[in-house]
Structure formats: C-alpha cells, structure tokens
DNA sequence: TCTGGGGTCCTAGGACCC
DNA sequence: TCTGGGGTCCTAGGACCC
C-alpha cells in the first residue's frame, strides 16, 4: 500500500511558472476572513501553517505574497497525477485533490518493489508536474498516511509491520489518522499519550472508555491493523462514481460581514441554494433532505433539516425549505437578533435520477415552471459560464451596465 | 483584523410500527 | 393493566479528514 501526498501542492502548482515566487514565502488562500489552504516552506519558516487565519498568517510574515486559489490551474493537474498513478495500479483511492492511495499489490511483476514504485512516480511527477511529493508505504491506509506525513518533504518513508511498534509506538497519539485534536484531549486526560499507551489498554476497556466504534477502531490504529482494501474511485473528489450514491453535497460561505437582516440572509440562501442544485442536477441526482448551517458572530455553529415528501434538484424547493428552517430558527431566538457569519445549504440523502423522475417532479403540487426555469439557467451557465444567469434579486447595481450584443438576459423572477 | 469550504461517519433520542 | 424488545426513519450535534 502506498499514500502518496503532494507537498504543499496548492503553493506548489500555483508558485510553478513563476520562478520569481519560488524563494519567497507564499500563502494561498487566507485573507479578509478566510484561512490558509497551503504555504510554501519559505513561508513555513515562518511558522505558517494551513488552516491557520489569514491574519494570524500576515501577523507572522507581513511580507508573504498571498494568491487565491486558481482551480482551473490546480484540477487539471490533480486529474493528471490521479491518471499517472492508474499507469501502474487500477486501485486509486483518491481522497482529495492532493492525495491517493494505490494498492500496488499486483504491479510487483511490472514495475518491481513498492520502494521502486514510490520513486517511479515521483520523478515522473517532478518531471512532468515540477512539483514534489512524499510518499508512505506500509500495510494499512492509516500507516501508509503516517508514512507519507513521516517522510514530508520530497521523501519516501517505509513502515513494515515488523517495525510498526519500534517506530510508532513511541509517537503521540496524535499522530493517528482519525485521532483529531478532540480525541487526542480526550486521551491525554485518560493519561494516555503516546500511541503505546493506548495499545497496552485491553480493547474491552477501550471501549468502554470511549465507546464502541471509537473504541474498536482506535485499538486498530494502534496495532497497525486497520483496512487494507481500497475503496477504488475514492471519495468522489470529481464527482461520482457509477456505485449508487447515498452522499451530499452542500454550499457555504462565510459572510463579508455579519448579517442579522433577513432579507439579506435570504438572498444568500438563494445564491447558495442556485449553486448547490446547479452541481446537484450536473451530477444527475436528486436529495430528499436539506439541511441549513448557520453559524452565528460568537461562532456557535447549528444545523437544521428538513426531509421531503420526494427528492428534488429544484432551486426554488431547496431555497424555499432553507429560508423557512432559517426563519423558524431565528423565530424561536427571538428577541434576540443574533448576527450571522456564516450560511450553509446541503442537499443530502442523494441519488441518481431513475427514468420518470423529471415527469414526477412537474407534476402534482409542485410549481411546474421552476424545473423548466433551471433548465434555462444551467444551459445559459453551460454555454456563458456560470455568473451570466441570476435571479434578478441577486444582481447588483453593477450587472445593469450594458452588456455585449449576444449576451444573454438576466432576469428569471 | 481570530477561526474556510468541501465532505464522511458516528451517536443518540424520539416517533412509530410490529 | 402492565411490560418488552427490535427495526427504521428523522433530526441534531460532533468528530474527523483535506
């Protein structure tokens, strides 16, 4: 099993033709009210670190150049990395845009050990990529996600399992793919604070400290145990796969500046509910559940859900049930007019639209004209990309200057 | 001028049915 | 009249990942 992780890859792909930024300290992402997705090592020298604020990040180095994010750089080379890895196994787990797991188990014969594998890849990446990355091979995916963390930057790192207790053993617990921050608290209060510490606890105990799943799966993590079976095709990072779905999909934002008008709240649900239907329909699938996030100045953080009577992929259903969960919840904060920071719409419960769908969904109670209505609006996206079509209530005084001839119009509602 | 946006999975309580 | 389990669905919250 091998894991392979990019370094750095959001600074990296998007520092790559630009020799000038290559020594100094870059920071992707962050700004106004974001955090940092990726920090070139320049710019970890300065002890920046992704998912750190953007303003405690120009607090450590005022002089970083800041990008945001360019995806249309960024995808076209994660896929090619992804195919790259397909040359030498078809068992992909992709699990971000950055990283992937390859069982390697049956290329032995084509392209030698796991070891020679590893680095085949890795220069076939810098060569064609110009970027570098890490690489853990072990048994399991959780060891084979330390290794690859391990041997960071630019290195190959390998765990057998007759060395998994000498190596691991001695490290925090921390360390554990799927011991987060929380469980890591939770255990160094237990005493326990190295992963040999956790192992010398009898699974039993464990998990009746912890729980039963938690339990069981941690006592896994520390003996090295866990799965060591892919999941080809990943975690849908591009989309589906051809299995039936069960899975969501969802928009947030994080408000320029904290909201408590309602009205305001629902014109950004209305452009969160656009987009979020837009990739629903685009991945020929319905949601019967929709489900609000809504995290207030103080950042305390809800949710609200509502399951309909049938699946939809309709903007003005998936608008209409959020901002009525939004106002049944800011109805019973009342008189309290908390602000808001941040919106969040959720299509969940999904799967793929089966033939008679598009007919049921026209028909009975429901409103006839918005299925045609988003029909429009995802052809005029497809051909004029996806800010030509709004509702009218979401234009700004901006959109009203005049338009080339050929552009299409605006308005529907 | 603290703390993004995209997801998955698990837990737990209540409703409801058998 | 009281007592009971199991299963499924829905909702809310939390942990985790990159």
Redesign the pocket.
Known sequence: MLHV?MDA?YASVMIRDRPELHDVPVVV?GG????V?SANYPARRFGIR??M????A?RLCPDAVTLPPDFTLLTPVSKAIMETFRTVTPVVEV?????AFLDVRGAGRLFGSPEAIAERLRSRIRAEHGITCSVGIAATVSVA?LGS?LAKPDGVRVIPPDRFVAEVHPLDVGV?????????Q?LHRLGLVTVGDVAAIEPDQLRRML????GA?LHTLVWGTDRSELRPGG??VFGFGEGE??????????LAVDLTDRARLHRELLR?AS??TA?VRGAGRVG??V?LTV?FS??T???????LAEPTDVTQEVYDTAVA?LDALLDAMAPRRPSV??L?V?V???RRVRDGDSRQLALGERDPGWPDADRAVDQAADRFGSSAVRRASLLTAADSAPRPPGWPVQAIR
């Open positions: 992780d890859f992402g106004h009210r974001g955090v997705l992704s998912g604020s953007g303003v405690e120009h699990t971000s845009l950055d990283e996600k963390r554990l793919y799927g011991v987060g921050e929380a469980t890591r939770r729980g039963g799943h938690l799966h975690a849908g779905p069960e899975g969501s999909m969802g928009s947030q934002h994080t969160l987009r979020v990739r019967r559940t489900a995290r103080d950042f953080t809800v949710n609200r859900s509502r399951t969960l920071r941040l969040g959720r969940e419960g999904l």
